[in-house]
């Protein structure tokens, strides 16, 4: 059955890299999002984010329901452009904050900003996450069948997530595209998934990080996978923990009290890794721990520690992430970023970071499910004598043009640029093999030229 494709005009087209994810079927907003943040990681420019920086603030212990308040804002009047938040607290916590952290979340998203979820899950028959609290062998038993039923409580709790997924983060009517990273910091030794803790080894993390996208990716449409290992890092634990690239679209790096030189070296393992296997690299957890109630030197810490450390490294690596992100604000926690209570000092610290050319608040970026950077479109004359067809069942791309000058040449492209194929053809009707092209699920720009004339369209193909 020959039907036409969605083919969205623009009247300033966008191009950005048309990169697969690990779920072919993701949504085109989800597709949008994971596009643009390989445009940011190969920029000159990060995006700056926080854990929970609407749903809990320094001066209280408790979440709170003001989804408008943060104080990041309250000291530079702008938001954090990437929202952290963890599904611990939606299923171990009180249904008043899993309200609060899910209105928090569709706040961010309708304001253009990334969402990223972590997941502290507690261990089966307890409420901690820790190895310590943890059944002997649970997560090894999970990745090797079901022993004791540890699978069938696992999938269970996945279960639970994907209901959040699927039924609670939605906007008007379509699912929250979010960047899940599940099994974080596994060559360390304190949760019950990570190195060390009852026998447990890295090809065990690896069944079970694998189970556990395979399982997500199949109930859900709107989810990117991220794998991220704590520092230190080196091209051995990369080898024997990273789950393959069938399972990962972004590579985090965890890392607090950072010094340049060895923050430098793991964050270009990580880089070179995600380069040479196609993905993106981001700080996934960040910041200064060792601060209390004015919160002057963790403040300092952006400006002073981390930003140089990224934007001077002389092998320019560690300025290709995606963002940079740190940890909760809370009376329990630290003052991560400063708040209304902060210092003069502190406050102006973070601020240059904020104002930096090389960091992106909510002040300073555009909404991330629209593409980002723009083209002009050409001869919008030609527009009207085009038109795309897809037939999903012979896996073809038609284009059809009427009343066109011939030869006419039809160009299907990247959005990055890259050519993926171009022909002449003097005929009204011109096909293309999805299958011989190794055309992937994703964003594609199809160019038309007719003389002088051209028109560019973009595709966007499941």
């Given at each position: 059955?020959?039907?036409?494709?969605?083919?969205?005009?623009?009247?300033?087209?966008?191009?950005?890299?048309?990169?697969?994810?690990?779920?072919?079927?993701v949504s085109e907003k989800?597709?949008?999002?994971?596009?643009?943040?390989?445009?940011?990681?190969?920029?000159?420019?990060?995006?700056?984010?926080?854990?929970?920086?609407?749903?809990?603030?320094?001066?209280?212990?408790?979440?709170?329901?003001?989804?408008?308040?943060?104080?990041?804002?309250?000291?530079?009047?702008?938001?954090?452009?990437?929202?952290?938040?963890?599904?611990?607290?939606?299923?171990?916590?009180?249904?008043?904050?899993?309200?609060?952290?899910?209105?928090?979340?569709?706040?961010?998203?309708?304001?253009?900003?990334?969402?990223?979820?972590?997941?502290?899950?507690?261990?089966?028959?307890?409420?901690?996450?820790?190895?310590?609290?943890?059944?002997v062998n649970l997560a090894?038993?999970?990745?090797?069948?079901?022993?004791?039923?540890?699978?069938?409580?696992?999938?269970?709790?996945?279960?639970?997530?994907?209901?959040?997924?699927?039924?609670?983060?939605?906007?008007?009517?379509?699912?929250?595209?979010?960047?899940?990273?599940?099994?974080?910091?596994?060559?360390?030794?304190?949760?019950?998934?990570?190195?060390?803790?009852?026998?447990?080894?890295?090809?065990?993390?690896?069944?079970?990080?694998?189970?556990?996208?395979?399982?997500?990716?199949?109930?859900?449409?709107?989810?990117?996978?991220?794998?991220?290992?704590?520092?230190?890092?080196?091209?051995?634990?990369?080898?024997?923990?990273?789950?393959?690239?069938?399972?990962?679209?972004?590579?985090?790096?965890?890392?607090?009290?950072?010094?340049?030189?060895?923050?430098?070296?793991?964050?270009?393992?990580?880089?070179?890794?995600?380069?040479?296997?196609?993905?993106?690299?981001?700080?996934?957890?960040?910041?200064?721990?060792?601060?209390?109630?004015?919160?002057?030197?963790?403040?300092?810490?952006?400006?002073?520690?981390?930003?140089?450390?990224?934007?001077?490294?002389?092998?320019?690596?560690?300025?290709?992430?995606?963002?940079?992100?740190?940890?909760?604000?809370?009376?329990?926690?630290?003052?991560?970023?400063?708040?209304?209570?902060?210092?003069?000092?502190?406050?102006?610290?973070?601020?240059?970071?904020?104002?930096?050319?090389?960091?992106?608040?909510?002040?300073?970026?555009?909404?991330?499910?629209?593409p980002l950077v723009v083209?002009?479109?050409?001869?919008?004359?030609?527009?009207?004598?085009?038109?795309?067809?897809?037939?999903?069942?012979?896996?073809?791309?038609?284009?059809?043009?009427?009343?066109?000058?011939?030869?006419?040449?039809?160009?299907?492209?990247?959005?990055?640029?890259?050519?993926?194929?171009?022909?002449?053809?003097?005929?009204?009707?011109?096909?293309?093999?999805?299958?011989?092209?190794?055309?992937?699920?994703?964003?594609?720009?199809?160019?038309?030229?007719?003389?002088?004339?051209?028109?560019?369209?973009?595709?966007?193909?499941?």
């Open positions: 059955m020959l039907k036409k494709i969605c083919v969205l005009l623009w009247s300033l087209v966008v191009y950005v890299h048309a990169f697969t994810q690990v779920d072919s079927n989800t597709a949008i999002l994971y596009n643009n943040l390989k445009v940011i990681q190969n920029s000159n420019y990060f995006l700056f984010g926080q854990e929970f920086f609407n749903s809990f603030r320094y001066s209280s212990g408790a979440a709170h329901g003001d989804k408008n308040h943060a104080d990041s804002y309250d000291v530079t009047g702008a938001y954090p452009m990437v929202l952290g938040s963890d599904f611990h607290y939606y299923l171990d916590k009180s249904e008043t904050e899993r309200g609060y952290h899910t209105e928090a979340v569709k706040w961010a998203y309708q304001q253009g900003f990334v969402i990223t979820f972590d997941w502290h899950i507690s261990a089966r028959n307890t409420t901690s996450y820790e190895c310590g609290g943890a059944p090894k038993n999970i990745a090797n069948g079901d022993l004791n039923g540890d699978r069938t409580w696992y999938l269970a709790e996945l279960d639970k997530v994907i209901a959040i997924i699927n039924n609670d983060l939605i906007v008007n009517g379509e699912p929250i595209p979010i960047v899940f990273r599940p099994l974080h910091e596994m060559n360390g030794g304190w949760f019950w998934w990570g190195a060390s803790c009852s026998s447990f080894t890295p090809a065990d993390y690896k069944k079970l990080f694998q189970l556990t996208v395979d399982y997500i990716k199949d109930r859900t449409t709107s989810v990117l996978f991220c794998w991220s290992p704590n520092s230190p890092v080196n091209t051995t634990i990369m080898a024997n923990y990273y789950p393959g690239d069938a399972y990962v679209d972004i590579l985090g790096l965890d890392m607090y009290e950072i010094t340049a030189s060895p923050f430098r070296q793991y964050m270009g393992t990580l880089v070179d890794y995600a380069q040479a296997h196609d993905k993106i690299a981001v700080l996934s957890e960040t910041g200064y721990r060792n601060d209390s109630g004015n919160g002057e030197v963790a403040s300092k810490y952006w400006n002073d520690t981390l930003l140089p450390a990224i934007v001077n490294d002389p092998a320019g690596k560690a300025i290709k992430i995606a963002w940079a992100l740190t940890w909760i604000n809370s009376a329990w926690s630290h003052p991560y970023v400063p708040h209304a209570g902060s210092t003069t000092l502190a406050k102006q610290s973070f601020n240059n970071f904020k104002n930096s050319p090389h960091v992106k608040f909510s002040h300073n970026s555009a909404n991330l499910y629209q083209v002009s479109t050409g001869d919008d004359t030609l527009k009207e004598a085009v038109a795309i067809y897809l037939e999903p069942d012979k896996g073809l791309i038609t284009i059809k043009t009427t009343s066109l000058t011939t030869p006419v040449e039809v160009g299907i492209y990247e959005v990055s640029g890259k050519e993926i194929a171009k022909e002449l053809t003097s005929k009204n009707e011109i096909t293309f093999s999805i299958e011989k092209l190794m055309i992937k699920p994703g964003i594609y720009v199809v160019k038309i030229t007719s003389g002088t004339k051209s028109t560019v369209q973009k595709i966007y193909i499941q």
